[in-house]
């Protein structure tokens, strides 16, 4: 997928874990996870939204495109 998810490195750079945001977000822990592998295919805005409440964060931060990695799946 083009998408790539930073969420690991959001985290580490805020001192805050997984289960504290998932906790604060009211997702569960899986569906985070889920999110932060990048193995989501879709995200809500709501979800997002809050992610970057908690964090203190913009969407570009969580989330960056990356057109080659298209261009590898296209390519398969």
Known sequence: MAI???L???LVDRRISLTELAQR???TLANLSILKT???RAVRFSTLSALCRELECQPA??????PE???KIAAE
């Open 4 to 6: 790539r998810v930073n």
């Open 8 to 10: 690991d490195k959001v």
């Open 38 to 40: 990048g193995k989501a």
């Open 61 to 66: 931060d969580i989330l960056v495109y990356e």
């Open 69 to 71: 990695a298209e261009e």
């Open 25 to 27: 977000v009211g997702i």
